[in-house]
RNA sequence: UCCUCUGUAGCUCAGCGGUAGAGCGGGUGGCUGUUAACCACUAGGUCGUUGGUUCGAAUCCAACCGGAGGAGCCA
């Protein structure tokens, strides 16, 4: 007999008689004459409850001696529960101990700190939070292809190593090979010259859009930097459209569009899961997706977001002043005091953002977009695109990099240039958006952030 | 890199200068169509590490190690 997932029982109307489950013990209520198991395979938040009869064959081996965290076969039929709190229930005909847990099992049916579960990231998979975490994670990452997909986007992979810094993306990690202890540098370097792990896959991707027209990268992405807060990590993974014939509207029009259906695919097809950090971790959580789905975002200018927050009578610690980054505390105010809701800030001053930014009109901004969360904070970067030969080698200069380092980003201007734009958007930033999950470590399998990569 | 908080049983925490505690989890027994089941008994600890103060340190002090939060940087 196959496996039938949880998942596909609970949601069915009619069951087929007889069915195979394999899982891992939740719990488990003995009484005289049978036991209530609570099985889970993960296929689904809710556990099987299963009736185990004390006549069963093996009862006292298999079932009696059963604890959280054991792993076991179950054959019997599906019933409609006489308890309440489940549709369906299982009365076994055979159950087959695959593995018990040992006495230690950290994961118990109450009262884990998040720290405490990172600590145990081997096992956080099996609880009720991290399941549901990874599920949706899941469903988020097939989402984005088809959101992409269905608008005709192609799914281009670039490279992990690189030899280029995509300028002010931060700090890197080198990439070497060793001879025993010693690290090959120099004329021996495997590369023939420094290479690093990626920091932003765009530069790249800028090449593809002005051939493929409209491209999107989603993979790993690594920076180095030392930051010690709940949303960075040296690891995570980024989404990185780039579309060619578009400007600065288009892509800001496309950032909201797909943070919208992000929202609107976790509400239709994850709702129990949902439901679930509603209830334990965030209270706010659906009514805020139902928002974000159906309502419009906020659009501000960087130099009206200054005025704004000037004359807000807001303090601040930091000040607010035109040519400014906008602080952490700033961006807040913005998204989750003036407007609650999400809400883009656009044409930022040229000397605070990067050399492929567009210059505008103007000639003290470019066309450059944050877009904010309430909760987050910045959870969208992205451009317009400098497609101008002599304003972007300007640029460069300004910037003081070193234009042959460049030369076939330089070249996509040189031949058949054409107005492109892009963002970033942080996946495990999106995915603390959908779960109400506060802290970047618990949206990723195994986080990496500085001084720890255990697992 | 800077600032702040924190470390006691498998887990969550109390104790805050005088013989190491509770709940949950584990074990044993009982009871019940139960569902964070319930009741009784029981095992379980170099109080993060090292040093210091003291008649006496989980408790006070210092350094170190681990964890967390915030700032900066960004996604």
């Known amino acids: 007999m196959t496996r039938t997932p949880i998942a596909q ?6 069951v087929p008689d007889s069915v195979l489950v394999q899982g891992w013990v939740r719990t488990k209520r ?12 993960g296929s689904c938040l809710s556990n099987l409850q299963i009736v185990a009869d004390a006549v069963l064959p093996g009862y006292e081996d298999a079932v009696l001696h059963l604890t959280t965290g054991a792993s076991v076969s179950v054959e019997g039929k599906i019933v409609p529960s006489r308890g309440k709190g489940q549709k369906w229930e299982m009365q076994a005909t055979e159950v087959t101990l695959l593995g018990l847990a040992e006495e230690d099992f950290p994961l118990q049916k109450k009262g884990h700190s998040m720290e405490f579960l990172r600590s145990i990231a081997h096992l956080r998979p099996r609880s009720n939070l991290f399941g549901a975490v990874f599920r949706v994670r899941s469903r988020m990452a097939y989402a984005i292809h088809q959101f992409f997909q269905d608008r005709g986007f192609f799914w281009v992979h670039t490279p992990i190593i690189t030899a280029s810094d995509c300028e002010g993306a931060g700090e890197m990690f080198r990439v070497v090979t ?8 120099g004329d021996d370097e495997f590369f023939g010259k420094p290479s690093y792990l990626t920091v932003s896959g765009q530069l790249e991707g800028e090449t593809f ?4 027209s409209n491209i999107y990268t989603f993979g790993p992405t690594f920076r180095a930097e030392n930051s010690h807060t709940s949303r960075h990590a040296s690891e995570f993974w980024m989404i990185e459209p780039e579309i060619a014939f578009c400007d600065l509207e288009g892509d800001m029009g496309l950032a909201e569009e797909m943070l919208k259906y992000l929202a609107s695919d976790a509400l239709e097809n994850c709702s129990e899961d949902l439901n679930f950090f509603n209830r334990f971790v965030d209270k706010g959580l659906i009514e805020r997706l139902e928002f974000v789905r159906d309502r419009d975002f906020q659009r501000i200018s960087y130099t009206d977001a200054v005025e704004l927050l000037k004359e807000s009578g807001e303090k601040f610690e930091y000040p607010v002043e035109y ?9 807040r105010y913005l998204t989750e005091t003036h407007f609650e809701c999400p809400t883009t800030v656009f044409n930022y001053p040229k000397e605070i953002k990067p050399f492929y930014m567009r210059k505008n009109d103007d000639g003290k901004t470019v066309a450059a977009m944050d877009l904010l969360v309430p909760g987050i904070g910045e959870i969208v970067g992205g451009s317009q695109r400098e497609e101008r030969l002599d304003l ?9 990099l070193d234009e042959a380092e460049y030369s076939w980003y330089v070249d996509l201007r040189r031949y058949g240039t054409v107005p492109h734009a892009g963002f970033g958007l942080g996946f495990e930033r999106l995915l603390m958006f959908v779960t109400g999950v506060t802290n970047i470590r618990d949206v990723i399998p195994f986080p990496r952030t500085p001084g720890s990569a255990e697992f």
């Not at 003995?30 to 395979?41: G, P, R, T, W």
């Not at 060793?178 to 540098?185: A, N, Q, R, Y």
């Open 392 to 400: 972007l080698r300007e640029n460069m200069a300004a910037h003081d």
């Open 30 to 41: 003995d009484s005289k004459a049978f036991s209530f198991i609570e099985l889970n395979d």
């Open 178 to 185: 060793m001879d025993g202890d010693e690290i090959k540098l």
């Open 323 to 331: 040519g400014l980054n906008l602080q952490s505390e700033h961006e």
């Open 9 to 14: 029982i609970l949601s069915s109307e009619e």
């Open 209 to 212: 859009a002005t051939a493929l």
